[in-house]
């Protein structure tokens, strides 16, 4: 069993459509969480960092972290096509330990 | 500000050859992370550097080693490439004197072996 399980998709939505992701992870250690976007062929770049449980909302992104039930969640509201991109999850344990476990990545298409 | 650095971009070998990949941290950071992404995959964590100190390892061979410099500049090499090491290599930075240590990752280096 993967650390970071994360659906791949493809899940492809209309233009202004909300998007969901979501990934669950086994290690009860994680504290840190963030979402990364990743267009075709590029860095990862970071798009919302959490720490626990709770909700964290960044204009039209919204993370959500549930340590209860090992799920955190990305929306992402009034969906465009710029935000057609590879959506990573990942997480850690401690603030200065510096691995990052990420999830396989989802694949988003935004349709015009 | 530049943000993190790679170099090269893309790099071809045959298996057995051994290469040398570059990142320069973003400006302010101390800490350099490297990381391993397959195709269709999610970066995979190979080693952090830390004050000239490999700090921590992921589940990768002695084939992958690194260095850091005194101006925090990194370099990830490996040894004996074999074709299943054809992936994304990422260069992530940080600081540990920052609230949370967020990580920023370079563009990487796309490295195929034949």
Request: proline share 5%; aromatic share 12%; with cysteine.
């Amino acid at each position: 069993q993967k650390e970071v399980e994360q659906d791949p998709g493809p899940l492809s939505v209309p233009e202004g459509a909300i998007v969901s992701l979501n990934c669950t992870y086994s290690n009860s250690a994680f504290q840190y969480f963030m979402w990364y976007r990743q267009y075709s062929r590029k860095g990862p770049e970071l798009l919302m960092y959490t720490y626990s449980s709770g909700n964290k909302e960044d204009g039209r992104f919204t993370a959500q972290v549930d340590k209860s039930s090992k799920y955190i969640s990305l929306f992402i509201r009034d969906s465009q096509p710029s935000d057609s991109a590879t959506y990573l999850c990942a997480m850690r344990a401690l603030r200065n330990d510096y691995k990052l476990s990420f999830g396989a990545g989802t694949t988003v298409t935004v349709r015009a | 500000d530049a943000g993190v650095t790679q170099s090269p971009t893309h790099l071809i070998k045959t298996r057995g050859q051994q290469v040398t990949l570059r990142c320069s941290p973003k400006s302010g950071h101390d800490t350099v992370s490297w990381y391993q992404q397959a195709l269709g995959q999610g970066p995979q964590f190979i080693f952090q550097y830390y004050e000239e100190e490999e700090r921590q390892r992921g589940n990768f061979p002695d084939r992958f080693s690194g260095h850091q410099f005194p101006n925090y500049s990194s370099e990830l090499n490996v040894n004996a490439l074999l074709l299943g090491d054809s992936a994304l290599y990422l260069c992530a930075s940080s600081s540990r004197r920052l609230a949370g240590g967020e990580k920023f990752f370079g563009p990487g280096t796309r490295l195929t072996v034949l």
